[in-house]
């Protein structure tokens, strides 16, 4: 059994909030989930929705997964699920 310890989070100056910066193992995580709702056609908004409850990351950090998730040729480049109908 691996234990893992977590620093206590940081406020840095003009932020509101602590956070907790993610282990490389929990970011890939996270962008294999990210490539797997694109795949299976989820819009932007789920995406985020799903991957904020989840592991409890903010909006602009989504955004960033979804780009990884996209660059790294996990979906066709013309794919845009942004956009709600």
């Not at 059994?1 to 282990?23: A, D, L």
């Not at 929990?26 to 789920?46: H, M, N, S």
């Amino acid at each position: 059994m691996m234990k893992t310890f977590q620093k206590e989070p940081v406020i840095r100056s003009g932020q509101r909030r602590p956070y907790h910066k993610g282990t490389h193992r929990q970011i890939r995580r996270r962008i294999r989930v990210v490539a797997e709702l694109l795949r299976l056609g989820a819009r932007k908004w789920e995406i985020h929705r799903i991957i904020k409850k989840r592991f409890a990351v903010q909006w602009r950090q989504c955004d960033r997964y979804i780009a990884t998730a996209r660059a790294q040729g996990t979906l066709p480049a013309n794919s845009d699920n942004s956009s709600a109908t």
